[in-house]
């Protein structure tokens, strides 16, 4: 993406591509209108083209807006015949047309009554045909632009909302979308269009540059995918990697870089539009200003000037780093942005920052701002003054995350969940501490290693920086090494258990730390995505906190002869009763928060619990969690399904015939799974625990957990319990094993258990 020869090569396609398309329109047109050859001719009608193809920057497989524009006394017949005689030919050779015919009046009354339309108009250019009437055409339509402003630039506002509620932001979304997002190449035509009012100005040198990189990644895109598309999704960046000469994380980088920038100035643009749309509709001193006092105490007042904060004083009044922190903390508060001029102002004259207790209280007051926090952070980044603050922030900007439930970078997720870290300030002591480590908690993410390991240390010394004590710096740390434990815990390990609360709290120690630890993870999975702070998720960490809170406050004790997998808040079924009852499939259904819990209740018999795995997999049960307990000579299994719609009498009819034998489970569920020749099994180990960890890693496929039932139970071993976790296409599935007394597996059967399961799923 350096200015070298792949760019050139690009822009020069992009060219190439156009005039293609523009000799293949021009002759088609000239053998319909056979008056000499010159590609004028046809006085009164042209073709135009519009939208990106006007613009010259067609892609290699984006479509071709072109305009068949008439005067009003050109009979329409004769329109008609011209442009069907026009199309078909075009369509034959390969193009993908966007096409439309128009009188010249009724191609103005589109352009006023559609933004889109008149934008296109924008960047019209003739291609064939009468080029006055194209030219003459384009000055109205711009001049109805011009007048028709204010409901133009309302129709672009509500059009900018919704691409960027839907496709997010380029710089900061884990699958950056080229076009639509915020700060993407959509963004970059409509500040033209901007522009174009005459009532706000904007820097199009550098939109126009900014453009040009992402028209090259898109063209490239395009050419690595086969196919129109905009998003850069990650099997598709490694190959426009390679084909731009760079490496995958700095395309990304350097992607997101772009759209970060055209953003900032997309908001500048914006903000300064609304100013003059203000100023204009009220000219008193009252509504344009308003003083604040941003930096009490040390005599240096600032204004809200039309809905931004500025700093008054003069451009060589002294700025201390302080001021800086207290400027952006109190527009944070107000919910209001800083201005360009102060943010630069702040970065370029701001001394570097005393870490006492009022530039720790400052920052603080920054970081539980709350949704303010957002754009004066970003602000404050672009200037610069974040990397003067926190160095370390440079390792994580822009960058995207490893993981698929992301749905933003490092640090914009960062960012959020300091924002949603708020809700929980009431919870916990320390306040402050929390902040700290919301904006701290994936500071290890920009360096190798487990981030959690790595960012511990980093989050200490930083808070050793910013002057919080040793013991609080201590604590930071140990919330950014453990920020993670909660939610894969709640996950992926039997929370009934009691050894699971007990192997918690010995982490934890205290409430005090478990009720930040608790605040974090909350913030930090609202901040990752829904799927990541689902009511499934927020229920086990919930109470996994309570069984954690309850071991720490001396209520629980380990008692693994009491133990044997089912929880205490689930009632446990009637088992059957009476002669003729034995051998009855039975089930019950209730709803669970987004899902279900599926009970059933069958005669105990070697096996079952594998058949009734199959049974629901056929069924197309997706599986959150199992559990199961023999009483009685009957099994009682408790399946939990995020499916909200499961018809129980279906679902028990395919158990019994399963049962019965009706149905053969391994022609159906036991096939390899495409694409997957590396499953791993493996023996977690832990201290305390009531049952034997069995982890399988693989990707997801129907039937797996029949599949590892049946390979337990050949194995000799049984399952109490599995707890599914998926990730895209991988699972993480942890399963609690027992033996036939129901104590965990010696070390020899486990092994042995291992591999069977193992080889099962090869």
Same mark, same amino acid.
């Given at each position: 993406m350096s200015a070298s020869t792949p760019r050139e090569g690009l822009r020069s396609a992009r060219q190439d591509r156009t005039l293609a398309v523009d000799r293949l329109v021009r002759s088609t047109y000239v053998d319909l209108v056979p008056t000499g050859g010159d590609a004028r001719i046809g006085s009164g009608v042209a073709v135009v083209a519009v939208g990106g193809y006007g613009r010259g920057e067609l892609t290699p497989f984006g479509d071709v807006d072109v305009v068949l524009v008439h005067d009003d006394e050109i009979a329409t017949e004769e329109v008609?015949?011209?442009?069907?005689?026009?199309?078909?030919?075009?369509?034959?050779?390969?193009?993908?047309l966007d096409h439309a015919v128009r009188s010249a009046t009724q191609m103005r009354e589109a352009a006023r009554g559609d933004f889109k339309v008149a934008m296109g108009w924008l960047d019209a250019r003739a291609v064939a045909g009468d080029s006055g009437l194209v030219l003459r055409l384009r000055s109205e339509v711009l001049a109805d632009w011009r007048a028709g402003a204010r409901p133009a630039i309302d129709a672009l506002r509500h059009d900018r909302s919704r691409r960027q509620h839907r496709a997010g932001w380029l710089a900061y979304a884990a699958v950056p979308d080229l076009k639509d997002a915020a700060g993407g190449l959509r963004d970059a035509v409509v500040l033209r269009a901007l522009v174009a009012t005459w009532l706000v100005d904007a820097p199009l040198g550098e939109v126009e540059s900014l453009r040009s990189e992402l028209l090259d990644v898109r063209d490239v895109l395009h050419e690595a995918a086969g196919r129109a598309t905009d998003r850069l999704d990650p099997q598709l960046a490694v190959d426009v990697a390679e084909r731009l000469e760079v490496s995958r994380s700095e395309l990304q980088v350097r992607v997101r870089d772009a759209g970060r920038r055209l953003d900032h100035v997309g908001r500048l643009t914006w903000r300064r539009l609304d100013q003059t749309l203000a100023l204009s509709a009220s000219r008193s001193s009252r509504d344009r200003a308003r003083t604040v006092q941003v930096a009490p105490g040390?005599?240096?007042?600032?204004?809200?000037?039309?809905?931004?904060?500025?700093l008054t004083g003069g451009p060589g009044a002294p700025r201390d780093g302080l001021l800086a922190l207290r400027a952006a903390a109190f527009a944070a508060r107000a919910g209001l942005p800083l201005s360009p001029s102060a943010a630069a102002a702040l970065a370029s004259s701001a001394t570097d920052v005393e870490w006492d207790e009022r530039a720790r209280r400052a920052l603080v007051g920054l970081l539980t701002a709350g949704p303010g926090l957002v754009d004066v952070w970003h602000e404050l980044d672009v200037a610069g003054l974040v990397e003067r603050w926190l160095p370390e922030w440079s390792d994580i900007r822009l960058r995207g995350s490893s993981s698929p439930v992301h749905r933003y970078t490092i640090d914009r997720h960062s960012v959020e969940t300091c924002v949603l870290a708020v809700a929980q300030l009431r919870s916990v002591e320390r306040p402050d501490l929390l902040a700290v480590a919301a904006l701290l908690h994936d500071i290890g993410k920009g360096r190798p290693g487990d981030h959690s390991e790595v960012g511990a240390p980093m989050a200490r010394d930083i808070a050793l920086r910013w002057g919080f004590a040793p013991e609080d710096a201590d604590v930071v740390g140990e919330l950014v090494r453990w920020h993670l434990l909660l939610p894969t815990v709640a996950t992926r390990r039997?929370? /009934?258990?009691?050894?699971?609360? =007990?192997?918690?709290?010995e982490i934890v120690r205290t409430e005090r730390f478990l009720d930040l630890l608790a605040g974090l993870t909350r913030a930090d999975g609202a901040a990752t995505s829904s799927e990541a702070r689902s009511r499934w998720r927020r229920g086990l960490i919930d109470g996994l906190v309570e069984k954690v809170r309850a071991t720490l406050q001396g209520a629980s004790e380990v008692d693994a002869e009491s133990y044997e997998g089912w929880p205490d808040s689930l009632p446990f079924p009637d088992l059957p009763t009476g002669p003729?009852?034995?051998? /009855?499939?039975?089930?019950?259904? =209730?709803?669970?928060?987004?899902?279900s819990l599926l009970t059933i209740v069958a005669p105990d018999s070697p096996g079952l619990l594998a058949r009734v795995a199959g049974a629901l997999a056929l069924a197309g049960i997706d599986l959150h969690s199992l559990r199961t307990v023999t009483r009685d000579g009957h099994a009682?299994?408790?399946?939990?399904t995020p499916r909200a719609d499961v018809d129980r009498q279906l679902v028990l009819e395919r158990i019994r015939r399963v049962l019965a034998g009706d149905v053969d489970l391994d022609v159906r569920l036991d096939r390899p799974a495409k694409g997957d020749d590396d499953p791993r099994v493996l023996l977690v180990s832990r201290a305390n625990l009531t049952g034997t960890m069995l982890e399988v890693r693989a990707l997801d496929r129907r039937g797996l957990i029949y599949l590892v039932a049946r390979a337990v139970h050949e194995a000799g071993a049984s399952i109490r319990s599995a707890h599914v976790s998926t990730f895209g296409a991988e699972v993480r599935d942890v399963f609690y094993l027992v033996d036939a007394g129901g104590d965990p597996l010696d070390p020899t059967l486990a092994e042995h258990v291992r591999a069977t399961v193992e080889s099962a799923l090869a």
């Open positions: 008609a015949r011209l442009a069907e005689g026009l199309w078909y030919p075009l369509w034959d050779r390969g193009l993908r040390i005599g240096r007042d600032g204004d809200e000037v039309a809905g931004e904060i500025v039997d929370i /009934e258990d009691p050894a699971t609360a =007990v192997n918690v709290a003729g009852t034995g051998d /009855e499939v039975r089930g019950d259904v =209730v709803p669970h928060h987004d899902g009682v299994s408790v399946w939990e």
